[in-house]
């Protein structure tokens, strides 16, 4: 396998792979879809350094870069690491109560 790549490397070949997928795919789950697409098809995209769940930091910079709406449902993930990937755009995970 090859050595994992830091995840800011990979952040512009996702979402490059993004641009190119959400052309031709629209629904409303559609990240699910592009994360499982990366899963199948490709899986050197996620071949990254992170310690928390890929598809969450996935959704996170779709999400802070303007190519997804909404909130990312961080409960499962290190909100600290997210907010690191997303840079200086000021967003921050939404709050889940329970």
Known sequence: ?????LWRESKSA?????????????DDDCSRRFFEYLQTERPD?????YP???GMIVQAWLTSTGRLDGQINSTSTDRRLVQLS???TG???????A
Do not use: C, I, T
């Not at 967003?91 to 109560?97: A, E, T, V």
């Open 91 to 97: 967003y921050r995970p939404r709050q889940h109560s």
């Open 45 to 49: 995209l996620l071949n990254f350094n």
């Open 86 to 88: 997303v840079g200086k």
């Open 52 to 54: 928390g769940d890929r």
């Open 14 to 26: 996702v979402l490059q792979e993004w641009d190119a997928w959400s052309k031709l795919n629209s």
């Open 1 to 5: 396998m090859a050595k994992p790549k």
